[in-house]
Nanobody
Framework: VRLVERGGGLVQAGGSLRLSCAAS???????????WGWYSQPPGKERELVAS???????DYADSVKGRFTISRDNSRKMVYLQMNSLKPEDTAVYYC????????WGEGTQVTVSS
């Protein structure tokens, strides 16, 4: 299974982006039972979990993104999404997705840069 993140870019503060994560090569029975998360890795910092979604679609968020980011999933397409609104310069990071239950090899991530 290969994780492919897309949707990053350069955006002004206050703008929005929608990230997508494809679990390429997985099958529904492998993807659907897993809990999934989006992680951010700002420049020079550790990777940290910012949003998660369980197999039953319960969601949780880091305080820093609560109310601005929304995680969702489409099991039929084996996709995980992150809608990012009201972006701030401190959201600048490389964003990755991964399973929370049994982490897979990390993908390349997608760069999000928010200008002030």
């Amino acid at each position: 299974v290969r994780l492919v993140e897309r949707g990053g870019g350069l955006v002004q503060a206050g703008g929005s982006l929608r990230l997508s994560c494809a679990a390429s090569g997985s099958i529904f029975s492998v993807f659907a039972p897993k809990d999934w998360g989006w992680y951010s890795q700002p420049p020079g910092k550790e990777r940290e979990l910012v949003a998660s979604i369980t197999s039953t679609k319960n969601t949780d968020y880091a305080d820093s993104v609560k109310g601005r980011f929304t995680i969702s999933r489409d099991n039929s397409r084996k996709m995980v999404y992150l809608q990012m609104n009201s972006l701030k310069p401190e959201d600048t990071a490389v964003y990755y997705c991964n399973s929370l239950n049994e982490p897979l090899d990390w993908g390349e991530g997608t760069q999000v840069t928010v200008s002030s």
